[in-house]
């Protein structure tokens, strides 16, 4: 799978969510697979998300993932 391939599923099992995260080391990647760059504060949109880097050594985080909320 293809990091893109893991950011549609986050967002599919987690569609409520407005923002995810993706781990450093697969920002780049992310960014190129979608062909987008980031915008002044660090995000892109991607399907209605707004995605950012989540930092190093992290895993992909919804927005219910870092708030504690449950679906």
Do not use: Q
């Amino acid at each position: 799978m293809t990091i893109r391939d893991l950011v549609d599923l986050a967002i599919d099992e987690d569609p409520r969510s407005p923002c995810l995260w993706v781990p450093s080391e697969h920002w780049d990647d992310f960014c190129a697979a979608i062909r987008r760059t980031p915008n002044l504060i660090g995000a892109v949109i991607y399907r209605d998300k707004t995605i950012r880097d989540g930092g190093p050594d992290t895993d992909i985080m919804t927005g219910s993932d870092v708030t504690g909320r449950r679906r």
